[in-house]
């Protein structure tokens, strides 16, 4: 007997006004046809609201909302939902149409499993793509990084358990730790080997932004989750001296490109002028 739960697939949206109407689309075209569909409006501008306000007879429901941060936002969507597995979807994002048809079937196939990915083709604004491949995997995996894409399917019993997703984080990496708490107690994530998700990189979004506060954000995770993270400290040790040793092999490779050194040897002179001058 082939088991058809409902799916509540959520969409937090901020200023999205050129993605989301495609967003809403994705969830709405789903092969599997047992979902919900639930727009949060976290806040969005006039634009913006003109578009939700173009869908909103298509969704299941549209809530309004400050400016509270995509934590609040999915939080608030789950917290209404009625699905007993959640999807999240970003509303400058797409899923293709046979993700929720490929992932519900894995929760009942194997016990162990506790959030579905897939990889991804990552869209750059000046037109270049590529695919890029998580590696799932158990809390191990994840206390060194990410390793499932932050629209990523789940249960809404283990985001009741694990107390939803961190309303602090509001500057990225807030799916990251949620999938540290669903995790910490055993389970895995499970990629599907397929890019059945359609994600922009843009120059402004909430990634890029984490991206600069990246130090800020993994103290703030490696602090909250401590003792996970000296239970693990052999393991998550070896994995920092490896990126290290990564990152002074990477610089001593860009020393060496001809380029560089063209550059060192236009800049001497200036360099010793100013040395002078000191």
Not at 98 to 114: G, R, T, V
Not at 144 to 151: K, R, V
């Given at each position: 007997?082939?088991?058809?739960?409902?799916?509540?697939i959520?969409?937090?949206c901020?200023?999205?006004?050129?993605?989301?109407?495609q967003a809403?689309?994705?969830?709405?075209n789903q092969?599997?046809?047992n979902?919900?569909v639930?727009?949060v409006?976290d806040?969005?501008n006039t634009?913006t609201?003109?578009v939700?306000k173009?869908?909103?007879?298509?969704?299941?429901?549209?809530?309004t909302q400050?400016n509270?941060g995509q934590?609040?936002?999915?939080?608030?969507?789950?917290?209404?939902?009625k699905?007993?597995?959640?999807l999240v979807?970003?509303?400058?994002?797409?899923f293709?149409t046979?993700f929720?048809e490929?992932a519900?079937?894995l929760?009942?196939a194997n016990?162990?499993?506790?959030?579905?990915s897939?990889?991804?083709?990552?869209?750059?604004?000046n037109?270049?793509?590529?695919v890029?491949?998580?590696s799932?995997?158990?809390?191990?995996?994840?206390?060194?990084?990410?390793?499932?894409?932050?629209?990523?399917?789940f249960?809404?019993?283990?985001?009741l358990?694990c107390?939803g997703y961190?309303?602090e984080?509001?500057?990225?990496?807030e799916?990251?730790e949620?999938?540290?708490?669903?995790?910490?107690d055993?389970?895995?994530?499970?990629?599907?080997?397929?890019?059945?998700?359609?994600y922009?990189?843009?120059?402004?979004?909430?990634?890029?932004?984490?991206?600069?506060k990246?130090?800020?954000?993994l103290?703030?995770?490696?602090?909250?989750?401590?003792?996970?993270y000296?239970?693990?400290?052999?393991?998550?040790?070896?994995y920092l001296?490896?990126?290290?040793?990564?990152?002074?092999?990477?610089?001593?490779k860009?020393t060496?490109?001809?380029?560089?050194?063209i550059?060192?040897?236009?800049?001497?002179?200036?360099?010793?002028?100013?040395?002078?001058?000191?």
């Amino acid at each position: 007997m082939i088991q058809t739960p409902l799916v509540s697939i959520i969409i937090p949206c901020y200023n999205d006004w050129q993605y989301v109407e495609q967003a809403v689309n994705s969830a709405l075209n789903q092969t599997y046809s047992n979902i919900e569909v639930i727009v949060v409006d976290d806040g969005s501008n006039t634009k913006t609201k003109e578009v939700l306000k173009k869908v909103a007879s298509r969704v299941t429901k549209l809530i309004t909302q400050e400016n509270l941060g995509q934590s609040t936002a999915r939080n608030q969507g789950i917290r209404v939902s009625k699905g007993e597995y959640i999807l999240v979807l970003d509303s400058d994002d797409f899923f293709e149409t046979s993700f929720c048809e490929k992932a519900i079937p894995l929760f009942f196939a194997n016990d162990d499993i506790k959030i579905v990915s897939c990889m991804a083709n990552r869209l750059y604004d000046n037109g270049n793509r590529n695919v890029f491949s998580p590696s799932g995997g158990t809390i191990v995996n994840f206390l060194q990084e990410n390793e499932a894409l932050g629209t990523s399917m789940f249960t809404k019993k283990d985001w009741l358990l694990c107390g939803g997703y961190d309303e602090e984080m509001r500057n990225g990496f807030e799916d990251w730790e949620f999938f540290i708490r669903i995790l910490k107690d055993g389970g895995r994530a499970y990629i599907i080997q397929e890019p059945l998700y359609n994600y922009r990189r843009r120059t402004n979004s909430t990634s890029t932004i984490a991206n600069f506060k990246k130090y800020e954000l993994l103290k703030y995770i490696y602090n909250k989750h401590q003792e996970l993270y000296k239970r693990n400290f052999e393991t998550f040790v070896t994995y920092l001296l490896f990126k290290i040793e990564r990152e002074e092999k990477e610089k001593i490779k860009n020393t060496q490109r001809l380029e560089f050194r063209i550059g060192t040897a236009v800049l001497k002179p200036f360099r010793f002028i100013k040395s002078i001058f000191k």
